[in-house]
């Protein structure tokens, strides 16, 4: 019961659900998820923290960046986000994310550089 409790507490929280719900589709950098949430990189680097924490994200250094991507072992989690992800369209703001990620992927690209292919 705990574990369910302490899922439905983080998800409340509208960035860190808005942040999981993109992670479940591909990882992203802290300067990625800024600008797609239209949100300031440290609430984002603090909300990647609760998560890191709960151990519903992990994270991979790529040069200078570190790449968040969230973790598939956690059940209730999982089919929390496929039942919304399978309903996207009845939650404006998420589809809004996702198109802006997607019609941003060039210029989110810049901040991260580095990447030779697309994640």
């Known amino acids: 019961m705990e574990q369910l409790i302490t ?3 983080i998800l409340s929280d509208e960035t860190r659900l808005r942040i999981i719900v ?3 589709q591909k990882e992203l950098c802290v300067c990625e998820l800024s600008d797609i949430l239209a949100v300031s990189q440290p609430k984002i680097s603090k909300n990647l923290g609760k998560l890191r924490d709960l151990n519903l ?3 991979e250094r ?3 960046f570190v790449f968040y991507k969230l973790k598939i072992d956690n059940p209730i ?5 496929k039942s919304i992800l ?3 369209s009845d939650y404006p703001q998420l589809v809004l994310d996702k198109s802006r990620h997607i019609d941003n ?3 989110l690209n810049q901040c991260c ?5 697309k994640l």
């Open 22 to 24: 993109l992670l479940a």
């Open 105 to 107: 992927e060039n210029l």
């Open 86 to 88: 399978d309903n996207l």
């Open 7 to 9: 899922i439905y507490k």
């Open 77 to 81: 989690l999982n089919r929390t986000i």
């Open 113 to 117: 550089n580095h990447r030779t292919s």
């Open 62 to 64: 790529k040069e200078r």
């Open 57 to 59: 994200v992990k994270s």
